[in-house]
């Protein structure tokens, strides 16, 4: 079976901090790692992900993640959070297999303060 | 940029009914998915759809629950007699190829009452 904790349910930084939201996974073989994030009233937009490669993967709106095996972790960082960054984060893993479905975290919701 | 949709933002039914949620996916996306949150719960795979058949379900689509593509744009997903466990934010989701990420509609919330 496959799953992921995201430890914290909150997390509040101040605007032009650097922003980080953990996550660990848990799955059989080599994990495909992707962050979701949601704001009110519409779907969860895709992020980034991680495949294969380079540990440091860059997606959009300057978010970053970088992919630790041994810790089993994909923590995602935004090295100067905006205000408009508040949202709610989840992270999600399948199987590097020919395996369909997405497990995800419980979600994280990140408050940026001006 | 090309999004997914679905019908209705918000659907209320009396238990017992039959409800259609409506998806239209990324046009060229090729691999389709339902997911489910329940309130306050961690959003929930339900069954994906490839090449006009389910590729994977999980153990919640049971035979309640059907998917169908019933043109060349439009994917649903039908509950045949709901119950109130079922009321939940419904998301359709599309892929390009099984290992590409997933694209997600802004969902349905489904009422049973």
């Known amino acids: 079976a496959q799953s992921v904790a995201q430890p914290e349910d909150q997390v509040n930084v101040a605007e032009g901090n650097p922003l980080t939201v953990k996550c660990t996974y848990s799955?059989?073989?080599?994990?495909?790692l992707f962050w979701y994030v949601q704001y009110p009233n519409r779907g969860l937009q895709f992020l980034l992900k991680?495949?294969?490669?380079?540990?440091l993967v860059k997606g959009s709106y300057g978010f970053e993640a970088e992919f630790n095996k041994s810790q089993t972790s994909f923590h995602l960082k935004k090295p100067s959070a905006l205000v408009s960054d508040s949202a709610l984060y989840f992270c999600?893993?399948?199987?590097?297999?020919?395996?369909?479905?997405?497990?995800f975290g419980a979600g994280t919701t990140v408050t940026v303060r001006a | 940029e090309p999004e997914v949709t679905q019908t209705p933002s918000h659907q209320v039914t009396q238990m017992g009914q039959e409800v259609i949620l409506r998806c239209v996916p990324i046009?060229?996306?090729?691999?389709f998915y339902w997911y489910r949150q329940i309130l306050g719960q961690k959003v929930e795979f339900l069954v994906s759809?490839?090449?006009?058949?389910?590729?994977?379900k999980s153990e919640i689509f049971d035979d309640q629950f059907s998917v169908e593509r019933p043109d060349g744009s439009n994917f649903t997903l039908k509950i045949r007699s709901t119950k109130l466990e079922d009321s939940a934010m419904y998301f359709c989701?599309?892929?390009?190829?099984?290992?590409?990420?997933?694209?997600f509609g802004p969902g349905t919330r489904l009422t049973v009452t």
């Open positions: 989701a599309s892929s390009e190829n099984w290992d590409y990420e997933q694209y």
């Open positions: 799955v059989s073989g080599n994990p495909y």
């Open positions: 991680y495949i294969t490669g380079d540990n």
């Open positions: 999600a893993v399948r199987a590097f297999s020919n395996d369909y479905k997405l497990s």
């Open positions: 046009s060229n996306h090729l691999y």
């Open positions: 759809f490839y090449n006009n058949e389910i590729s994977e």
